[in-house]
């Protein structure tokens, strides 16, 4: 079993962590109940574009602060991860504050500006390229980089079910999605010889807002909803868990796997 420790003494970044509704903010705090100091990152400006708004980041890094164990630390980052120089200096940022970094969880996403093939154009799939699958490798290398061959190397990506079903609106998201998934397992050969351990989670529909009744057609959510098994949608604290394991020495054993976390949701 996962103990509460688990994550003593270890490092995590973690992008995304922008809304305490977010299933970034539910993996920092899993991470810091269970031991782990924290950078988090976040980019308000892409949150206030959403219709369920942006939380104050200060207000979001004292509830992760209230989660910590010891003498473990969190810090934060406003960071537009679409600026290629980015990713690196996250890491780096997260170097110089502890020293080194075991863990990186790259949960950040831009959404909310796609469409389906006839409506994206250039600007839009090149926006899903630079933040979703580019910055994702880049904070990955450069995260290898600065690992010195420790346990506890873990890199975690997040995709979504664009393997298991369409998602003909969200083109230009589930490209950029699709990329990460299906390079897991080459990146994950090369980072395994560093003693670096990645792995890729699909969380499958997560409700942090955009299934609120008042941001989603009725019909569409009651059908949704009737083809989970549980009658429930997944919450971020359901991804949480799982992303905590992965990193963790219980999780030493999983290697370039795609995860598919999904509750049971019946496709199709």
Not at 86 to 107: M, R, T
Not at 124 to 139: G, I, K, M, P, S
Not at 189 to 205: C, K, Q, S, Y
Not at 224 to 248: H, K, N, T
């Amino acid at each position: 079993m996962d103990s509460p420790e688990s994550l003593q003494g270890r490092v995590a970044v973690v992008t995304g962590v922008g809304r305490r509704r977010g299933i970034g903010f539910a993996i920092a705090r899993a991470l810091a109940e269970r031991g782990a100091s924290l950078l988090v990152q976040h980019w308000r400006p892409h949150d206030e574009q959403q219709p369920w708004g942006a939380d104050d980041p200060a207000t979001v890094v004292g509830e992760l602060a209230s989660s910590l164990r010891g003498d473990a630390r969190v810090v934060d980052m406003s960071l537009d991860l679409g600026d290629e120089r980015a990713p690196a200096a996250l890491v780096e940022y997260g170097v110089a504050e502890f020293g080194h970094v075991d863990v990186l969880v790259c949960n950040h996403a831009v959404s909310g500006s796609d469409g389906p093939l006839d409506a994206v154009d250039a600007a839009e799939l090149d926006l899903h390229w630079r933040v979703n699958t580019r910055a994702t490798l880049l904070a990955t290398r450069a995260f290898a980089r600065q690992h010195d061959g420790r346990e506890g190397g873990r890199v975690v990506w997040m995709t979504s079910g664009q393997q298991l079903g369409p998602m003909p609106d969200e083109i230009a998201y589930a490209t950029s999605k699709a990329a990460l998934a299906g390079i897991t397992q080459s990146v994950a050969a090369d980072l395994a010889e560093r003693a670096i351990l990645l792995n890729t989670v699909n969380p499958g529909p997560v409700n942090t807002g955009f299934l609120d009744p008042e941001h989603i057609d009725p019909g569409l959510r009651e059908g949704l909803l009737a083809a989970f098994p549980q009658e429930r949608f997944g919450e971020p604290v359901d991804v949480a868990r799982l992303v905590a394991w992965l990193v963790s020495d219980e999780g030493r054993w999983i290697v370039g796997q795609v995860l598919n976390s999904e509750g049971g949701l019946r496709r199709g």
